[in-house]
T-cell receptor
Framework: EPEVTQTPSHQVTQMGQEVILRCVPI?????FYWYRQILGQKVEFLVS????????KSEIFDDQFSVERPDGSNFTLKIRSTKLEDSAMYFC????????????FGEGSWLTVV | AQTVTQSQPEMSVQEAETVTLSCTYDTSESDYYLFWYKQPPSRQMILVIRQEAYKQQNATENRFSVNFQKAAKSFSLKISDSQLGDAAMYFC???????????????FGKGTKLSVIP
């Protein structure tokens, strides 16, 4: 069964450093997402991406965050200058077009900012 | 804005028994989708079951079924013949069916931690 894959599975970074989280969505999917889950809290929507542009973003997704689809397969989330409160599990997800289609999640990238 | 409420932070069930996890939601929309995702200790988010709001029939996937009460805005998950591998955090999620919105982002509840007792 096709999967969303994410790298790295775990990254530790110093406060103020830039971090790039990478995702390979399912190949025939056209909508891509990033979600965040702070330890012990619920999963929160960050951003959605379609047709090479952001289609929707949450209040969490401020100027420190950016997303990119640099080639035909990868979808990245960049955090420009990490803060302690950015420590969380970051989930990439994707789905096909059509309103009925389910969103499939990757295994997550656990980011620890120290 | 839509909200999803899971009122049971933790639940436990004996192996082979049945357990029901509760979820309520608030929306003014008539077209939407509801999901249950499972998050085991590995923290991967795994789709368990989905329900389209326009369908009156409750969704079923093997040992997992839902009780969808649209008027009451309730969407509970029933796990039959519970197995040790069912132990996980379970998240209820809502998604708009409005095509104008486009992105169809998910709104999650806070989750219910299910323990299975051997």
């Amino acid at each position: 069964e096709p999967e969303v894959t994410q790298t790295p599975s775990h990254q530790v970074t110093q406060m103020g450093q830039e971090v790039i989280l990478r995702c390979v969505p399912i190949s025939n999917h056209l909508y891509f997402y990033w979600y965040r889950q702070i330890l012990g809290q619920k999963v929160e929507f960050l951003v959605s991406f379609y047709n090479n542009e952001i289609s929707e973003k949450s209040e969490i997704f401020d100027d420190q965050f950016s997303v990119e689809r640099p080639d035909g397969s990868n979808f990245t989330l960049k955090i420009r200058s990490t803060k302690l409160e950015d420590s969380a599990m970051y989930f990439c997800a994707s789905r096909q077009t059509g309103s009925g289609n389910t969103i499939y999640f990757g295994e997550g990238s656990w980011l620890t900012v120290v | 804005a839509q909200t999803v409420t899971q009122s049971q932070p933790e639940m436990s069930v004996q192996e082979a028994e049945t357990v029901t996890l509760s979820c309520t939601y608030d929306t003014s929309e008539s077209d939407y989708y509801l999901f249950w995702y499972k998050q085991p200790p590995s923290r991967q988010m795994i789709l368990v079951i989905r329900q389209e709001a326009y369908k009156q029939q409750n969704a079923t996937e093997n040992r997992f079924s839902v009780n969808f009460q649209k008027a009451a805005k309730s969407f509970s998950l029933k796990i039959s013949d519970s197995q040790l591998g069912d132990a996980a955090m379970y998240f209820c999620a809502y998604r708009s069916g409005d095509t104008l919105a486009g992105s169809y982002q998910l709104t999650f509840g806070k989750g219910t931690k299910l323990s299975v007792i051997p």
